[in-house]
């Protein structure tokens, strides 16, 4: 009965990463539909952001169910639901993390940002047609600040029009 019950969570979770990824490709196709041929760079820019972040929640959402699952199965042992624990309170720790630094980043004047962070990089994608260079140190002074990270080497900002 227990091998049951974490086949079947794991078949629904498999099965909402199916329907999540179903309804991206729809809504992207209907969002490149509704703008039609007339695309210009601004709205495939602002598309962009919005496709990723919308990308990112999904992903995450996924990911909470996914640790949620372990934590609530009454067969995952000790150490799995520590460890689901912990990867799950390191997520939102992560997902905070990036949303200050892009809130700080708008605040320096730019219209639109992403900004990821793995274990090794940090990635900001700025709508910007291109950075100078007093632009970009603003920008790593804001991501140094706010991630304790000394080293400009894992940083990488890309602007994109």
């Known amino acids: 009965m227990k091998k049951r019950t974490k086949i079947i969570i794991l078949s629904a979770i498999v ?3 199916g329907v999540t990824g179903y309804l991206n490709v729809v809504l992207n196709n209907s969002v490149s539909n509704s703008t039609g041929n007339n695309n210009n760079d601004s709205q495939t820019t602002a598309s962009y952001f ?8 999904s992903t995450r959402d996924q990911e909470m ?13 000790e150490a799995a ?3 689901a624990e912990d990867a799950r309170l390191s997520l939102v720790k992560q997902m905070d993390q990036e949303l200050v630094v892009e ?31 007093t632009e970009v140190a603003q ?10 990270i000394d080293s400009i080497e894992n940083i990488k900002i890309i602007p994109i029009e």
């Open 65 to 77: 169910l996914y640790y949620d699952a372990i934590i609530a199965n009454e067969t995952s042992s």
């Open 103 to 133: 809130g700080l980043i708008k605040a320096k004047g730019f219209d639109d940002c992403v900004v990821t962070i793995s274990a090794e990089n940090v990635n900001a994608v700025v709508k910007a047609k291109q950075l100078n260079a």
């Open 15 to 17: 099965l909402l990463l």
């Open 81 to 83: 639901i520590k460890t």
């Open 50 to 57: 919005a496709s990723y972040r919308n990308d990112r929640e």
């Open 139 to 148: 920008i790593v002074s804001v991501i140094q600040n706010q991630l304790g």
